[in-house]
């Protein structure tokens, strides 16, 4: 009995610390490639790396919605743990960052790799969830 609660409040807990835990993981390592390679970011640099981030977030978003939406509602019913694990969608916005910050100099690279991996980010998280609910509806009509 205990350890079924446990089970599906851990289940709740994963499920909801997925999108954020995947994020983090891409940030993180996306800020880290381009300090490797361009140094420690300036304050405005640094801003504007985040404001690429939140065009990139609020383009995808008009995207999935058809414009700015009041609110927001997940697919219900498919696996988070499996379509949650985030392994193509932090590597391929890590590489396209990486590649970024060795193709290209300057000031640039601070707005451009927040827009680039937040957006590519999100819209590989939104493949792999899709993936992962038809893989566990199929057969189903």
Request: aromatic share 12%; net charge negative; proline share 4%.
């Amino acid at each position: 009995m205990l350890l079924g609660h446990y089970r599906k409040n851990l289940r709740t807990v994963v499920g909801s610390a997925a999108a954020p835990y995947g994020y983090t993981l891409t940030i993180w390592a996306t800020g880290a490639a381009l300090v490797s390679v361009h140094g420690i970011p300036t304050a405005l640099s640094a801003i504007t790396f985040v404001g690429g981030a939140v065009l990139g977030f609020a383009l995808v978003g008009a995207l999935a919605y058809g414009g700015v939406p009041g609110q927001t509602e997940l697919e219900r019913g498919h696996p988070l743990v499996w379509g949650s694990l985030h392994f193509f969608s932090v590597g391929i916005s890590l590489g396209a960052v990486a590649l970024v910050a060795h193709v290209l100099e300057g000031f640039i690279v601070w707005p451009l790799g927040g827009f680039l991996v937040t957006s590519i980010y999100l819209l590989a998280v939104g493949a792999e969830s899709a993936t992962s609910y038809l893989w566990e509806h199929r057969g189903e009509e």
